[in-house]
C-alpha cells in the first residue's frame, strides 16, 4: 500500500529499522532515525525562514545525504520541493524559478551562490551549514508541521522539457509520487537486504524514485557525487550490491571495460537499465562477462514507472521489450493521425492511465495537450503484444535523449539564435552509442559574419548544462521550414544522419 503522504515512509523506516545504514557516502553513513531526526529538524529551521504549508521550496544540491534529509523535511512542513539540476547555469536556474515561484531556497557548493543571486541570500540555506551531523538529536523525530496535508497536494516538481522552449515543471502530488515508490518496490523487487548505489543525478526523476523506494523498502543506498566506473565496480564487490542501475553510457563503458572480470559482482541480482533504449549487443557482451543480466524498464517524468520486466521471473526477462506495467498501470496504443486506438502489433503513440501520473505542468497551459481523456500521451511511438509487452521504436516528440536526460530542440536554438552571425537553426538528436543521443545544430550564417564551429558549441556551452552541449555543427545556405514557420527538423536528421555517422559532413 503505497504512503498517503510522502514522508510518512521515512517515519515507518526510522520506527521499523532504526540505526540501520539507510544511506552511505563516502565515509560517512547516516541510518534511518537520523534522517528522520535531521530531516525533521531542516523542516523547523525552513519553518523559521517563512516557509508554510502550500509554499514552494527550490533545492539545487548534489548526490549527497543532506539532500535526502531536505527533500523530507521540505515535505514534513507541508512545502513542495522544487528540484533544480546542480548542472544549470543561470539562465536555466533562472527560468525553473520563475516558473514555479518558490519562497524559499536550499542548495550546496556552487549552487548556494547561485540561488542567491537569483533570489537573494536571505532566502537562501545552505545544507553544509543547516543539514549536519549534530543539527538534531537521534530522538527528535516528531512531524515537524501541525499541518493538514492531503494525497493531492504538491510533495516535488521536477522539470521535462518539451519541445517548443525551456522545461516544464512537472507537478508530482504525494499520492502520485506514493505509487509510483510502490510501483519501483514492486518493479526492482526491492527489499530491506537490499543495497544499490545512486550516481543518477537527485533531481532527475530516477534518482529522486530511487532515494525514495530504498526508505520505503528499508534498503541500504550509497551515493555517488559523480559517475566513476572503477569506484561502481569497486563497491559492488566491497559491500555486496545487490542491485546496480545503468544507463546506456554505464552500459558501454562496463562492455569496453578492460578488467572488468577482475571484479566480483556475483552479489548483483540483476542491473537495472532504463533512462535510455537498451542496446541489446553492449547488455549481451556485459552479461557475457561478468554473468550479471539485465532487466530492462521504463519510465517518465511525467508517470516514472510505464513497464518493467517482471523482477519475480528471470526466465521472462528480455531485451527486445521494456517489460510489462506494475499492477494500476494500464497502456494503449493510440493512431498517431487520428488518435484512434490501435490494436496490438499495431504502431502508435504509447498511452499511459495511472495514479501515479502527474497533477499537471507549469506552466498550467501546457497540461491540456499531454492528456486525452485522462490517458498520458508520452510521445513514444511503439507497440504492445497481445500479453502487454510493450515495444518503443521512436519519439513522436521531437526530443533529444542525452544520457536519459530530455533535451529540447528549441532551447538549444534559443541559445544560438543569440549570436550575431546566426541568421536561423535547427537542433535535433543523432544516434550515439554512448549518450543514447548527441546535440546537432543545423545553423544558417550571415555572410558578412564569419564564425567557426567551435565558436558556436563554444557559445552554447557558456549558456547550457554539458549534456545540451552540441556534438556536431552543420553549416548550410538554409533552414528549411513549413509554410507555418516550424523548421523540418526530422528532414534535416534523416539528411544529415548518415553524412555525420560516416565523417562526410561538416564538424
Not at 506552466?363 to 499531454?370: K, N, Q, R
Request: with cysteine; hydrophobic share 45%; charged share 20%.
Amino acid at each position: 500500500m503505497a504512503a498517503a503522504l510522502m514522508h510518512d515512509s521515512l517515519a515507518r523506516a526510522a520506527s521499523r529499522f532504526g540505526d540501520r545504514e539507510a544511506v552511505c557516502a563516502g565515509d560517512e553513513s547516516w541510518s534511518f532515525r537520523a534522517i528522520d531526526a535531521r530531516s525533521t529538524s531542516f523542516g523547523r529551521h525552513l519553518v523559521d525562514q517563512g516557509v508554510r504549508p502550500g509554499d514552494r521550496v527550490a533545492l539545487m544540491a548534489s548526490n549527497r545525504p543532506e539532500f535526502v534529509v531536505a527533500v523530507y523535511g521540505i515535505s514534513k512542513i507541508g512545502a513542495a520541493s522544487v528540484l533544480l539540476s546542480p548542472a544549470w547555469k543561470r539562465v536555466e536556474a533562472g527560468h525553473a524559478l520563475e516558473l514555479t515561484g518558490p519562497v524559499h531556497a536550499a542548495g550546496d557548493g556552487t549552487s548556494t551562490a547561485l540561488l542567491g543571486e537569483l533570489l537573494g541570500a536571505d532566502r537562501v540555506s545552505d545544507l553544509d551549514r543547516w543539514v549536519k551531523a549534530d543539527a538534531a538529536p537521534a530522538t527528535d523525530t516528531g512531524a515537524g508541521t501541525a499541518a493538514p496535508l492531503r494525497e493531492t497536494d504538491d510533495a516535488v516538481l521536477v522539470f521535462s522539457s518539451g519541445t517548443t522552449g525551456l522545461p516544464k515543471a512537472v507537478r508530482h502530488t504525494h499520492g502520485s509520487m506514493g505509487q509510483a515508490t510502490a510501483h519501483w518496490c514492486q518493479a526492482l523487487g526491492l527489499g530491506p537486504t537490499d543495497r544499490f548505489q545512486v550516481a543518477t543525478p537527485p533531481s532527475h526523476i530516477l534518482g529522486l524514485l530511487n532515494l525514495l523506494a530504498a526508505t520505503s523498502a528499508g534498503a541500504t543506498v550509497r551515493l555517488h557525487r559523480r559517475f566513476d566506473l572503477d569506484e561502481m565496480l569497486h563497491f559492488i564487490e566491497a559491500e555486496h550490491m545487490t542491485l546496480e542501475m545503468a544507463v546506456a553510457p554505464i552500459a558501454l563503458a562496463m562492455a569496453n571495460h578492460p578488467r572488468l572480470e577482475e571484479f566480483d559482482l556475483s552479489s548483483l541480482r540483476y542491473i537495472m537499465w532504463g533512462a535510455t533504449p537498451v542496446s541489446e549487443a553492449v547488455a549481451t557482451l556485459v552479461t557475457e562477462r561478468t554473468g550479471v543480466r539485465w532487466l530492462p524498464a521504463y519510465g517518465a517524468s511525467e508517470l516514472p514507472v510505464i513497464a518493467a520486466n517482471p523482477v519475480d521471473q528471470p526466465a521472462e526477462w528480455r531485451l527486445d521489450s521494456a517489460g510489462l506495467p506494475p499492477e494500476g498501470v494500464s497502456l494503449r496504443v493510440a493512431d498517431l493521425e487520428s488518435g484512434a486506438l490501435l490494436a496490438p502489433g499495431q504502431i502508435g503513440e504509447i498511452q499511459v492511465f495511472s495514479p501515479s501520473v502527474m497533477a499537471g505542468y507549469l506552466p498550467e497551459e501546457a497540461t491540456a495537450d499531454a492528456f486525452a481523456d485522462g490517458w498520458y500521451r508520452t510521445g513514444d511511438v511503439g507497440w504492445l503484444e497481445p500479453e502487454g509487452w510493450v515495444h518503443l521504436t521512436d519519439r513522436s516528440k521531437e526530443m533529444m535523449k542525452v544520457n536519459g536526460f530530455q533535451v529540447a530542440p528549441a532551447e538549444i536554438e534559443g541559445v544560438l539564435h543569440g549570436h550575431p552571425a546566426v541568421l536561423d537553426c535547427a537542433v535535433f538528436g543523432l544516434v550515439d552509442e554512448r549518450a543514447g543521443e548527441v546535440p546537432v545544430a543545423v545553423v544558417q550564417l550571415d555572410p558578412g559574419q564569419p564564425v567557426g564551429e567551435d565558436e558556436l558549441r563554444q557559445y552554447v556551452a557558456g549558456s547550457l548544462a554539458t549534456y545540451k552541449h552540441l556534438r556536431h555543427v552543420v553549416i548550410v545556405g538554409a533552414i528549411p521550414r513549413l509554410p507555418s514557420g516550424k523548421a523540418l527538423r526530422r528532414a534535416l536528421r534523416d539528411e544529415w544522419t548518415p553524412k555525420l555517422l560516416e565523417g562526410t559532413g561538416n564538424s
